[in-house]
C-alpha cells in the first residue's frame, strides 16, 4: 500500500487480504455464491471509500453514508458466514475486528464531514 494513503483505505485492504485467504477454505458451492457477494462487497467498501476521500467537500458526507452503509451490509454477510460455519470462531473474530474498526473509522469521518 501507499504510504500516504488513509487509514481506513489501508484497513479496508487489509480486510480484503484476510478474507480472501480465508475464501480459499469455504466449500465449494458456498466459495461461488454467499462467499463471493462478502468479497464483492469488500471491494465495493474499497471503492466506496476511496470515491469518499476524493470526493469534492459537498459531496463527501453522502459518500460516506454509502461506504457506512455498505459495511454494515458486509457485517450482515460475515456473520451469515459465520452462523453457516463457513468461518470459524477465530477466523470470524479476526474479520469482526477489522469491521469495527473500519465502522469507527467511518464513524469518525462521518462526524467530521
Not at 42 to 51: H, N, P, Q, T
Not at 52 to 70: D, G, I, L, R, Y
Not at 77 to 99: P, S
Amino acid at each position: 500500500m501507499n504510504n500516504n494513503e488513509i487509514p481506513i483505505i489501508i484497513r479496508i485492504y487489509d480486510l480484503y487480504k484476510i478474507y480472501y485467504q480465508y475464501l480459499e477454505l469455504f466449500p465449494k458451492k458456498d466459495k461461488y455464491a454467499l462467499g463471493k457477494k462478502c468479497e464483492e462487497l469488500i471491494i465495493g467498501l474499497l471503492e466506496s471509500a476511496l470515491i469518499a476521500k476524493n470526493s469534492p467537500p459537498e459531496e463527501k458526507k453522502p459518500a460516506v453514508k454509502t461506504t457506512s452503509v455498505k459495511l454494515d451490509l458486509l457485517k450482515i454477510f460475515i456473520r451469515l458466514c459465520k452462523d453457516l460455519k463457513l468461518l470459524d470462531q477465530k477466523k470470524y473474530i479476526t474479520i469482526e475486528n477489522l469491521l469495527q474498526e473500519i465502522g469507527r473509522m467511518i464513524g469518525g469521518w462521518q462526524k467530521s464531514s
